[in-house]
Nanobody
């Protein structure tokens, strides 16, 4: 089992920056890739970014491409999401996810509880 805990959410100003962090614990050697998703009120969960174990493959959702950077520190078992120039439409609950077998929702087996981000205009 893998446990994921997100941090760094809160209220941010549009045009500023935000940084989210996810700490993984448990059987972390089984993790192949990690990702961030988000879900706004009344909307489906949306892919934000992903990174594989070595950090060599990064993927971004169209809505954040060019504004977001995902990174991971395998020594610390953390994955961060840096977003510049956040917009009010980035307001959502952000979830950290980890892929091990790839059989879970959206292909990720483990999910954090989420951290709420509100971007004010």
């Amino acid at each position: 089992q893998v446990q994921l805990v997100e941090s760094g959410g809160g209220l941010v100003q549009a045009g500023g920056s935000l940084r989210l962090s996810c700490a993984a614990s448990g059987h972390t050697v089984s993790i192949f890739a990690m990702a961030w998703f988000r879900q706004a009120p009344g909307k489906e969960r949306e892919f934000v970014a992903s990174i594989n174990w070595s950090g060599s493959t990064l993927n971004y959702g169209n809505s954040v491409k060019g504004r977001a950077t995902i990174s991971r520190d395998n020594a610390k078992n953390t994955v961060d999401l840096q977003m510049n120039n956040p917009k009010p439409e980035d307001t959502a609950v952000y979830y950290c996810a980890a892929e091990s077998l790839g059989t879970g929702p959206h292909g990720y087996d483990y999910w954090g509880q989420g951290t709420r981000v509100t971007v004010s205009s």
